[in-house]
């Protein structure tokens, strides 16, 4: 199971395309939708959220609703793009540096000067249009469909927001259906009333001051029966492999899996989680500390991923930097953007979970079909029983 994704923030589209999904998988447009617009949600989102409605189309490896095991192509327009037809044009456009949006000023932060250094770009828009996170846009809906493929094998994924800034959310004993029912209610994804509140001034706030704000946010997934990713090879294990797709989410500095860097400070028999064993529910582990896995393997207790966002380095507060034409210093100007993005990278780490988790699931039960990954699936929990 793969993908790919094309397509910059102000260009008519983003692109995926998977590969490897099984056939006869059912998709359920609307779902997948609905995860596209929980993304779009969020206080502390700027301007360019109420330009866009996305939608995903599927436009290659679904007939009739059912995947047919080809690979499935998904587009999102963007609408902002009836805006910047000339700028993005892909045919050559006449017309001077301001008028075709030419950036010459990178913005501290952002890929912007890394990008025009490395790939010789002396217009730097030709980078900041790609490394923008409006790409995770698309990497959702994927991440969608992925969990739609989890969803047949009784996997469930939600999460939540942590803390935003100053601002942390206090712990709570609610289960994950309750979970995601209460957060989809709250403007900044968190369980309590108050938090939300203190959460909106704090945006307010930074927002006043021309500043911007980054958090922490949480994923959890149920329903992962035990051995997914090995300990044999490093490549091979899933905590390593949801690290790098968390990192590779825009703007996020750090990932941790269940007590995460809490477990650099606290002796081994608070960390790790005591064995288990019942007729009903086989092996488990009487805590959760180490988040689902051990060795790299899933264990069959719920995975618990976190991520921590900076804040977005686009500042109405500025920065300095340095002019790329004449060497010389400025102070950053004036951009639309987001003052707080978490609300919306709580979505995201969702759904690149989703993805590493699927693509475990499909390694470990794969078939052509998903008639043949419920075969392999089934004849594995059974061995599982018998053990
Ligand atoms: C982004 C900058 C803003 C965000 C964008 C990500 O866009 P613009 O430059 O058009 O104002 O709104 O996020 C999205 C469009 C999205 O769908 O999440 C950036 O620089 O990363």
């Not at 609905?34 to 989102?45: N, S, T, V």
């Not at 289960?175 to 001034?201: G, P």
């Not at 997914?228 to 500095?253: C, E, P, T, W």
């Amino acid at each position: 199971l793969r993908y790919l994704t094309a397509g910059e923030t102000h260009g008519p589209q983003l692109t995926a395309i998977i590969e490897g999904l099984p056939s006869n998988l059912h998709l359920d447009f609307e779902a997948l939708n609905y995860e596209l617009a929980r993304r779009q949600k969020g206080y502390g989102r700027g301007r360019r959220m109420q330009i866009e409605k996305d939608i995903a189309s599927i436009v290659g490896g679904v007939r009739h609703g059912y995947t047919t095991g080809a690979p499935v192509a998904v587009v999102v327009e963007n609408n902002d793009w009836t805006h910047w037809r000339n700028i993005m044009n892909i045919e050559p456009v006449e017309g001077t540096d301001e008028e075709k949006r030419r950036v010459h000023r990178p913005r501290p932060g952002h890929a912007d000067l890394n990008g025009g250094l490395k790939y010789n770009l002396k217009d730097l828009r030709n980078v900041l249009e790609r490394s923008s996170a409006r790409e995770t846009a698309v990497r959702v809906a994927v991440g969608a469909i992925a969990k739609q493929f989890l969803s047949h094998f009784g996997i469930k994924i939600g999460g939540q927001v942590k803390r935003i800034g100053e601002i942390e959310a206090p712990p709570h004993q609610l289960s994950l259906d309750e979970l995601i029912e209460i957060t989809e209610q709250s403007s900044v994804r968190v369980a309590d009333k108050a938090t939300e509140q203190k959460m909106e001034e704090y945006i307010d706030r930074i927002k006043k001051e021309g500043d911007s704000i980054g958090g922490i946010v949480e994923c959890i997934v149920e329903g992962v029966p035990v051995g997914l990713g090995s300990h044999v090879q490093y490549d091979r294990k899933l905590d390593g492999r949801i690290a790098q797709a968390v990192m590779s989410i825009n703007a996020f500095k750090g990932v941790e899996i269940g007590i995460g860097f809490e477990a650099g400070t606290l002796p081994g028999s608070q960390v790790h989680d005591e064995i288990m064993y019942s007729e009903e529910r086989g092996y488990y582990r009487a805590s959760n500390r180490l988040g689902g896995f051990e060795g790299g393997m899933t264990n069959g207790m719920p995975l618990v991923v976190r991520g921590v966002m900076k804040p977005i380095p686009t500042l109405y507060k500025p920065l300095q930097s340095i002019d790329i034409d004449t060497k010389e210093p400025f102070t950053a100007q004036v951009e639309r953007s987001d003052a707080c993005a978490v609300p919306a990278a709580s979505v995201v780490l969702e759904h690149v979970v989703a993805w590493e988790v699927a693509k475990a699931f499909l390694e470990k039960f794969g078939g052509d079909s998903i008639e043949e990954v419920e075969r392999n699936y089934k004849g594995y929990l059974a061995q599982l029983e018998a053990y």
